[in-house]
């Protein structure tokens, strides 16, 4: 969905706005918020997070490894800017659509980023998230979500997220079977991510999905910033954040990280 100007400006959404991308989020799984997000700050972002994954890679992946994730690699974003800016961590627009759906206890559970590299090929059909009431025959309402931030064009050429609506309220199959999601799966819609950078994706969990080859000479990279339910369990893989960082926080994002294990800057 589009914003008009004047809710970019007032860093707000009408009422009408906020109770169709609520509804959106409950009914397809997903809410796309287009180009909400200065292009400069996706620049710059996409510069700095290009030579941190690029060290990564060189650094952690072995080849073999590197491989066997077929070209899809993720990687913790490091607690410091840009990616730490308010416009990410605290960005009003997804925060206003998550608060209507989670409540405002909600917590950052963890933050990481999903590049898809030139020469990619297919990632497994998958769920984010187990179901923690596999027995249950109806969904429960939405506890966890992850906002998708874009930082190239996300399109056909270089490997845009395919993504099937509506399969976060499925619950007779294990999240864990994949091949059993790729069977259900011929007989479902499928919708492939296709949005400018700068565009802001709401999404809950539970939304089967995966990422596509990438044929194209460009390195497709996106953030991805997990929240949770207030009550929701925390993830074990959670963002150590620097003293420092912390510290500058906003009374906000200090919230929304209230739960992250904190190091002092000399242990990094």
């Given at each position: 969905m589009r914003l008009t100007t004047e809710e970019i400006e007032a860093g707000a959404m009408s009422p009408e706005n906020l109770a169709l991308a609520a509804r959106t989020l409950h009914d397809v799984g997903y809410v796309v918020l287009e180009e909400i997000l200065p292009i400069d700050w996706v620049n710059r972002t996409r510069a700095q997070c290009d030579a941190d994954i690029a060290e990564f890679v060189a650094k952690e992946l072995k080849p073999e490894v590197h491989a066997e994730r077929a070209g899809h690699v993720s990687m913790l974003a490091p607690m410091h800017a840009p990616y730490t800016d308010p416009i990410a961590v605290e960005n009003p627009f997804a925060l206003q659509v998550m608060e209507e759906a989670l409540g405002k206890s909600l917590y950052c559970m963890f933050y990481n980023t999903n590049t898809a590299y030139p020469g990619s090929m297919y990632q497994r059909l998958h769920r984010d998230i187990y179901l923690p009431f596999p027995e249950l025959k109806h969904a429960l309402p939405v506890y966890m979500v992850v906002v998708n931030i874009p930082l190239v064009d996300f399109t056909l050429?270089?490997?845009?997220?395919?993504?099937?609506?509506?399969?976060?309220?499925?619950?007779?199959?294990?999240?864990?079977?994949?091949?059993?999601?790729?069977?259900?799966?011929?007989?479902?819609?499928?919708?492939?991510?296709?949005?400018?950078?700068?565009?802001?994706?709401v999404r809950d969990m539970r939304v089967w999905h995966r990422g596509m080859p990438n044929p194209s000479d460009m390195v497709r990279t996106m953030l991805a910033i997990v929240y949770g339910r207030g009550f929701w369990m925390t993830d074990p893989r959670m963002n150590q954040i620097p003293r420092s960082t912390f510290d500058a926080f906003s009374e906000k994002s200090k919230h929304l990280f209230r739960h992250s294990p904190l190091v002092e800057d000399a242990e990094i």
């Amino acid at each position: 969905m589009r914003l008009t100007t004047e809710e970019i400006e007032a860093g707000a959404m009408s009422p009408e706005n906020l109770a169709l991308a609520a509804r959106t989020l409950h009914d397809v799984g997903y809410v796309v918020l287009e180009e909400i997000l200065p292009i400069d700050w996706v620049n710059r972002t996409r510069a700095q997070c290009d030579a941190d994954i690029a060290e990564f890679v060189a650094k952690e992946l072995k080849p073999e490894v590197h491989a066997e994730r077929a070209g899809h690699v993720s990687m913790l974003a490091p607690m410091h800017a840009p990616y730490t800016d308010p416009i990410a961590v605290e960005n009003p627009f997804a925060l206003q659509v998550m608060e209507e759906a989670l409540g405002k206890s909600l917590y950052c559970m963890f933050y990481n980023t999903n590049t898809a590299y030139p020469g990619s090929m297919y990632q497994r059909l998958h769920r984010d998230i187990y179901l923690p009431f596999p027995e249950l025959k109806h969904a429960l309402p939405v506890y966890m979500v992850v906002v998708n931030i874009p930082l190239v064009d996300f399109t056909l050429e270089n490997g845009s997220t395919e993504v099937y609506p509506g399969t976060h309220l499925i619950t007779d199959i294990d999240p864990a079977d994949s091949q059993k999601l790729l069977e259900r799966a011929q007989y479902l819609p499928a919708v492939r991510t296709n949005i400018k950078a700068g565009s802001v994706v709401v999404r809950d969990m539970r939304v089967w999905h995966r990422g596509m080859p990438n044929p194209s000479d460009m390195v497709r990279t996106m953030l991805a910033i997990v929240y949770g339910r207030g009550f929701w369990m925390t993830d074990p893989r959670m963002n150590q954040i620097p003293r420092s960082t912390f510290d500058a926080f906003s009374e906000k994002s200090k919230h929304l990280f209230r739960h992250s294990p904190l190091v002092e800057d000399a242990e990094i």
